[in-house]
C-alpha cells in the first residue's frame, strides 16, 4: 500500500460497451447532470475503505459524489457523522460541505448502470480500480462490504477468491494480513424502506468494525 493517488477511469472511459452507451444517453437527457465515472471519496490516510456497489441514476450520476443526491446517503452519511467518520452536514449536495474524516468510499463499479445492475463483465472489467483503491491506503485496516457484489469485488480485487467466504449481513471476516472485511446489506432504498436493513442493524454493523479496528465507538444512545 502506497499512498500514492490510485488509478481512475477517464471522465469518457471506454471500457464497458453497455455502460457508455448509457452514459451518452444520459448525457443527451440531461447535460447538466455528472454523468461520467464516479471518482472514490475521503481521505487516503483512512483506515477503512466503504465499497459500495455503483452510482445512483439521480444520486452519485447526477451529482459526481458517492451517495449523494438519492436515499441511501441519509443512512450512510447520518451514521458516518454519528460515528465520527465525517464531519459538517449531509445536505445531498457535494457543495453541502460535508468531508470524510476516517473513512474513503468506492464503488465496485465507476459508472451507472441501466436498471442500477451491473454485469458481471462490468463489475470484473472495474475491478483494477478497486484494487488501485486499496494499493493506494498505507493505513487501511477495514472494509466495509455494501451487498453481495461488493463483498465479492472487494475479495477479487484483494486477490482472493470471492466463493472463499459467503456475505452474510454482519459477518466481519479476518482476511490474510489482518485485514478485515465487514459485510452489511445496501444502504438502498428498498432495503431500508422493506425493513431489510434498519439504522440499528447498519450502526451494529459499523460499530463492530471499529472496535475490532481500533477506531472510536460512540456511547449507547
Keep these: ?51 459500495g456497489l455503483a452510482p445512483g441514476l439521480r444520486g452519485a450520476n447526477r451529482t459526481g459524489r458517492p451517495f449523494t443526491g ?21 445536505g445531498e449536495d457535494p457543495a453541502d460541505g460535508l468531508a470524510l474524516t476516517g473513512v474513503r468510499i468506492a464503488n465496485a463499479v465507476r459508472c451507472v448502470p441501466p436498471e442500477n445492475l451491473p454485469q458481471p463483465r462490468e463489475i470484473a472489467t472495474c475491478n483494477r480500480f478497486l484494487q488501485a483503491e486499496l494499493r493506494a491506503m498505507p ?35 479476518e482476511l490474510p494480513g489482518g485485514l478485515l472485511l465487514a459485510d452489511s446489506y445496501h444502504v438502498s432504498r428498498y432495503n431500508t424502506q422493506t425493513g431489510r ?8 454493523v459499523v460499530a463492530a ?13
Design 1 to 51: 500500500m502506497s499512498g500514492a493517488a490510485p488509478e481512475q477511469p477517464a471522465r469518457d472511459c471506454p471500457l464497458c460497451p453497455r455502460l457508455v452507451a448509457f452514459r451518452e444517453a444520459n448525457r443527451a437527457a440531461w447535460p447538466d447532470w455528472h454523468n461520467a465515472p464516479v471518482p472514490a471519496w475521503g481521505p487516503l490516510e483512512a483506515p477503512l475503505l466503504i465499497v
Design 70 to 90: 438519492d436515499f441511501a446517503g441519509r443512512l450512510l452519511y447520518g451514521t458516518l457523522l454519528r460515528f465520527g467518520l465525517a464531519a459538517g452536514t449531509y
Design 139 to 173: 493505513r487501511l485496516r477495514g472494509v466495509l462490504a455494501l451487498g453481495v457484489v461488493a463483498h465479492a469485488a472487494a475479495l477479487r480485487a484483494l486477490g482472493l477468491k470471492p466463493s472463499r467466504l459467503r456475505f452474510a449481513h454482519g459477518a466481519l471476516h
Design 197 to 204: 436493513l434498519t439504522a440499528a442493524m447498519f450502526e451494529a
Design 209 to 221: 468494525l471499529l472496535r475490532r479496528t481500533g477506531g472510536a465507538v460512540p456511547p449507547q444512545q
